[in-house]
C-alpha cells in the first residue's frame, strides 16, 4: 500500500510539475484585490517570464487589467514575448506608454518584431517610437521581408569577426564591447564583403590559444539561411543538421542577421499545434482566451463542410432505402463499417500528414509508402471482418450477413489506407494545406466507400 501511495503521488508531481502553482495564484490574485502592490511585487518576483505569461492567460480580463496596472513598471518586456497573441494587443493596450516604452527596449529585435507583426497601426507607432533610433530602423527593416520569412524571423544583433582574426584579438573584442546580445552561441566569420564564411563555437574560442587562427576552428557544419526563406523550412533545418544558430544572409549573400535555435524552435511548436489544430478542422489562431463569439465564428465554417460531407454520405444511404427496410439489420451494422474506416482513415492520414511536414514523405518512397498502407489496411481489414463475420451469424443468426460485413470491413479498410496517404500528398502536389483539408476528404471517402460497399453487398446478396 505504501509502496502504491508513493507511485500516486509521484505520478501527481509529475502532471504538476511546471504549473502554477495554485496557492501561488490565490495569493495573487488576493494582492491584487486589496492593492497591496508590495505584496504583489515579491510575489512575481520568483516567477520566470512564460510562467507570468501563463498567468495572465488563464485568469479573466478584469483580473488582468487590475494585475497588470499594479504591477505597473516592474512590467519586463520578455513577458510579452511569452504572451499569447491572442490577448497580447489587450496587454499592451493596459501599459502605460512609459512601461511599455521600458518593456520593449530590454528586447532582441526578433521579438520586438514578433510584437509588431499582430498589432494594428497605433500600437506598433507606440512601440516603435520607444525604440532608439538604429534599432527602430533596424526592426522596420525586418518588417519589410515577406511574413513568415526568415527575415522577420532573425534577430539584428551578430557577433562578427574578419576571417583573419586570431583567437587573442576575437577574446579582446569581446571584453572591450559594450553592446553583445545578451544570449549568442557563435562567432561568425566574414570575408572583406560582409558574406559569411563559417562560424566558431565559444566552447572552441575558449579552449584555444590566443594565436590561433579563428578560421582554424570552425565548426563543421555551417549553414547559412536566405532571408526570404519560408520559417517553416528554416526551422526544418535546424533540426535536420542540429544548429544551435545560423547567419541569415540577402540576396548578395550579404550578413543581415542570425537566427538562434530558441526562435526556430518556436517555429516548430507553431507548426505542429497548426497541424494539430487543422486536422481537427479549428483555426490555428484559436485559444483559450478568446470569447464565445470568436470561438463559434471560427470552428462554424469547418462544421458546416462536415455537414455537406455528411450529407453526401446520406444520400448513398438513401438509394438502399428499401433495402435498410427490409432488412433492418443493415441500420444496426452500417455505423460500425464507416466507423472502423473513418478511424483507420485518421490514422494514416495523420501519417502521412506528419511525414510531409517533415519531408520524410517524398515522391523516392510514394508509391512503397502507398503499398504499404495497402497492406495494412488488408491485414487488419481480414482480422475484423472475422470479428464482424462471427457477430453477423451469433448476433443476427444470418452466416450471409456476416458475409456481407466481412467483405465491407475488408474493402473499407484497404480504401481508407489508401486515402489517408494520396489524400493529403495531391492536396500538397495542388497546393493546399495536407492539414487544413484532408480530414473531410478522407472522411467522405471513408463514408461513402463503407457505406456503398456494405449496402450494396447486402443487396446482392441479401436480397
Known amino acids: 500500500m505504501a509502496e502504491e501511495a508513493e507511485a500516486l503521488a509521484a505520478e501527481a508531481e509529475r502532471e504538476d510539475a511546471y504549473t502554477l502553482d495554485r496557492k501561488a495564484v490565490a495569493q495573487i490574485l488576493y494582492a491584487v484585490d486589496v492593492e497591496d502592490r508590495e505584496q504583489l511585487v515579491a510575489l512575481m518576483e520568483p516567477l520566470h517570464a512564460a510562467d507570468i505569461a501563463d498567468l495572465l492567460e488563464q485568469i479573466n480580463a478584469f483580473d488582468r487589467m487590475r494585475l497588470i496596472k499594479l504591477y505597473d513598471k516592474e512590467f519586463d518586456g520578455e513577458i510579452l514575448s511569452e504572451l499569447d497573441e491572442a490577448i497580447r494587443e489587450e496587454v499592451i ?29 497605433p500600437q506598433q507607432e507606440a512601440i516603435l517610437e520607444a525604440l532608439e533610433a538604429g534599432d527602430r530602423a533596424a526592426v522596420q527593416q525586418s518588417l519589410t521581408y515577406p511574413e513568415y520569412s526568415a527575415g522577420r524571423l532573425m534577430q539584428r544583433e551578430v557577433v562578427m569577426a574578419p576571417e583573419y582574426w586570431n583567437v587573442g584579438e576575437m577574446i579582446d573584442f569581446l571584453r572591450n564591447s559594450d553592446n553583445l546580445p545578451e544570449q549568442f552561441y557563435h562567432i561568425v566569420l ?65 550578413l543581415v542577421g542570425q537566427i538562434t535555435i530558441d526562435d526556430a524552435m518556436a517555429v516548430l511548436d507553431e507548426e505542429n499545434a497548426e497541424d494539430i489544430l487543422r486536422l481537427a478542422g479549428v483555426d490555428e489562431e484559436s485559444s483559450l482566451s478568446d470569447s464565445v463569439v470568436e470561438t463559434t ?20 444511404i438513401a438509394q438502399f432505402e428499401d433495402a435498410i427496410a427490409t ?93 489517408g496517404i ?42
Open 327 to 419: 432488412v433492418v439489420a443493415l441500420a444496426v451494422l452500417m455505423p460500425i463499417v464507416a466507423s472502423m474506416g473513418g478511424n483507420a482513415g485518421t490514422q494514416s492520414l495523420t501519417v502521412a500528414v506528419r511525414a510531409l511536414a517533415t519531408k520524410d514523405l517524398t515522391t523516392s518512397n510514394i508509391w512503397r509508402v502507398i503499398r504499404r498502407e495497402a497492406a495494412v489496411g488488408l491485414i487488419n481489414g481480414c482480422a475484423f471482418a472475422v470479428i464482424m463475420g462471427i457477430v453477423g451469424i451469433v448476433w443476427f443468426g444470418s452466416p450471409a450477413l456476416g458475409g456481407v460485413i466481412a467483405s465491407a470491413m475488408i474493402i473499407n479498410l484497404v480504401i481508407a489506407g489508401l486515402a
Open 422 to 463: 494520396m489524400v493529403p500528398v495531391l492536396l500538397e502536389k495542388a497546393g493546399v494545406d495536407p492539414a487544413l483539408a484532408s480530414g473531410a476528404f478522407v472522411t467522405t471517402v471513408t463514408d461513402v466507400v463503407g457505406f456503398f460497399a456494405f449496402l450494396g453487398l447486402a443487396v446482392m446478396v441479401l436480397l
Open 93 to 121: 493596450g493596459i501599459l502605460t506608454p512609459q512601461v511599455l516604452a521600458d518593456a520593449v527596449r530590454e528586447l532582441d529585435s526578433d521579438d520586438v518584431v514578433d510584437l509588431l507583426e499582430d498589432l494594428d497601426g
Open 297 to 316: 465564428k471560427r470552428r462554424f465554417p469547418w462544421l458546416a463542410v462536415n455537414l455537406v460531407t455528411a450529407v453526401l454520405a446520406s444520400l448513398v
Open 190 to 254: 566574414v570575408d572583406p564583403k560582409l558574406r559569411p564564411v563559417g562560424n566558431v563555437t565559444l566552447g572552441r574560442l575558449m579552449a584555444s590559444r590566443r594565436e590561433v587562427l579563428l578560421k582554424s576552428i570552425v565548426s563543421e557544419t555551417f549553414h547559412t539561411i536566405p532571408v526570404t526563406q519560408y520559417e517553416g523550412d528554416v526551422a526544418y533545418a535546424f533540426n535536420q543538421y542540429h544548429l544551435i544558430s545560423a547567419p541569415v544572409v540577402d540576396e548578395n549573400d550579404r
